[in-house]
């Protein structure tokens, strides 16, 4: 796959956590939270989880075309940053450094 590393990583590891356990989930922060939860919540969660990761990975692309936009959706999370940053990702650069 023609990427650059730090997208690659990002790719990866979203499209795992689509078929992984809910106990390989990563990041850690993530797998804790889901954990606890049950049943359909559980799934909703996992869900969401996904869609915010392919948000991430879509963003993670842009930055490879040197394209800075504003990140689709709301401010990166603990969970966010904890994901990026298990990917090797930098999130002081741009595009994930806050503005202000």
């Known amino acids: 796959m023609l990427l650059e590393r730090r997208s690659r990583s990002v790719y990866f590891e979203a499209k795992d956590n689509l078929t992984r356990p809910v106990g390989e989930l990563t990041p850690e922060v993530s797998r804790q939270r889901i954990e606890q939860l049950k049943g359909a919540e559980r799934e909703q ?28 959706g709301p401010p990166l999370g603990v969970e966010d940053r904890a994901f990026l940053e298990h990917c090797g990702v930098r999130t002081g650069r741009q595009p994930w450094r806050e503005e202000g």
């Open 45 to 72: 969660e996992r869900g969401l989880l996904a869609q915010r990761q392919l948000s991430l990975l879509r963003t993670q692309l842009k930055s490879d075309l040197t394209i800075f936009g504003k990140p689709y």
